[in-house]
């Protein structure tokens, strides 16, 4: 599985970037696709995640009300919207798949085995 993120850039606080991960490879409607972020200095954090098969989703506290996950229709591709933007969600965002049985795990980075590269999202206020 090979995951590819894209759509981060530089943006002004307030603003808005959508951010997308396209998965290739063996790939199954069963995976959890999920989006964390790292900030320099700090630990990889969780950020949303969603379910292919149903549509559940996850978020973090931080971002909740301001981010929006989604997938498309053939399940291959994952959105984030991320509206209403701060400098404190500076960070390089990274996507996550695997096959995860419990909602409760989709927040646990060590749930997911197939990782993407990061892309770099930079606030300026």
């Known amino acids: 599985v090979q995951l590819l993120e894209s759509g981060g850039g530089l943006v002004q606080a307030g603003g808005s970037l959508r951010l997308s991960c396209a998965a290739s490879?063996?790939?199954?409607?069963?995976?959890?696709m999920g989006w964390f972020r790292q900030a320099p200095g700090l630990e990889r954090d969780f950020v949303a995640a969603?379910?292919?098969?149903?549509?559940?989703?996850a978020y973090a506290d931080s971002v909740k009300g301001r981010f929006t996950i989604s997938r498309d229709n053939a399940k291959t591709t994952v959105y984030l919207q991320m509206n209403s933007l701060k400098p404190e969600d500076t960070a390089i965002y990274y996507c996550?798949?695997?096959?995860?049985?419990?909602?409760?795990?989709?927040?646990?980075?060590?749930?997911?085995?197939?990782w993407g590269q990061g892309t770099q999202v930079t606030v300026s206020s």
């Open positions: 996550a798949a695997d096959i995860i049985s419990s909602i409760a795990t989709m927040r646990s980075q060590s749930s997911y085995g197939y």
């Open positions: 490879g063996r790939w199954f409607s069963r995976y959890v």
């Open positions: 969603i379910r292919l098969s149903d549509g559940s989703t």
